[in-house]
């Protein structure tokens, strides 16, 4: 029990174009979904915190205008990179908590985004 | 806020001795510490996990021991093998709103064969 989806797994875009990302619990449901990105040999690097129904909760130093997330229903929660540069290549990962339960966040597979 | 400070950045042990990570938090409202294990390219895999009302948890050849008092925890590998290799992270949470995670700057495990 306890999985999350990320889609795409890959993606290659030009400068300039936007991105969507998907992130899905499939068989639980969840009021809130954390969205991290991380960069070679670094940690993960929470970007904002995704409550159902509510606008997100950006971390200092993230363009809530640039990272645009969606969290519509309790089983997902999409990230929108717009006008993607070269600089916002990065490992996107995100992660879901159980309603109600404690503290464990499950995690997505990731995604490789590669902007040219 | 919660800070967390991860030791070493990098262990390399031969296989079959004893790997040990240590976390440091900041904020002692925090009740929960995770360790997560990510191979290249992959999703974090949570490996163990203790609460604050414990003081030690072990699951096989992994255990992590928590001292709240000095605001440390450390993940112990024992009989390490080559599959262990990979990078280690701590984290801490339960300070904040929201639960999340605050986590360490990583180790990466090298087994010697």
């Known amino acids: 029990g306890a999985v999350v989806s990320q889609h795409p797994s890959r993606v290659i875009c030009k400068s300039g174009t936007s991105v969507k990302i998907e992130c899905r619990s499939l068989d639980f449901q969840a009021t809130t979904m954390f969205w991290y990105r991380q960069f070679p040999k670094q940690s993960l690097m929470l970007m904002a915190t995704?409550?159902?129904?509510?606008?997100?909760?950006?971390e200092q130093g993230v363009e809530k205008d640039k990272f645009l997330i969606n969290h519509a229903s309790l089983t997902l929660s999409t990230l929108t990179v717009t006008s993607a540069h070269p600089e916002d290549s990065s490992f996107y990962i995100c992660?879901?908590?159980?309603?109600?339960?404690?503290?464990?966040?499950?995690f997505g597979p990731g995604t490789r985004l590669t902007v040219l | 806020g919660e800070n967390v400070e991860q030791h070493p950045s990098t262990l390399s042990v031969q296989e079959g001795d004893s790997a040990v990570i240590k976390c440091t938090y900041s904020d002692s409202a925090s009740n929960y510490f995770p360790w997560y294990k990510q191979e290249l390219g992959k999703r974090p895999q949570l490996i163990i996990d203790?609460?604050?009302n414990v003081g030690e948890k072990k699951d096989q050849r992994i255990a992590v021991t928590l001292n709240k008092t000095a605001k440390h925890f450390s993940l112990h590998i024992t009989e390490t093998q080559p599959e262990d290799s990979a990078v280690y992270f701590c984290a801490a949470s339960g300070g904040g709103s929201n639960y999340q995670l605050i986590w360490g700057a990583g180790t990466k495990l090298i087994i010697k064969p």
């Open positions: 203790i609460r604050s």
């Open positions: 992660s879901a908590k159980l309603a109600g339960g404690y503290n464990e966040q499950f």
């Open positions: 995704s409550n159902e129904g509510s606008k997100a909760t950006y």
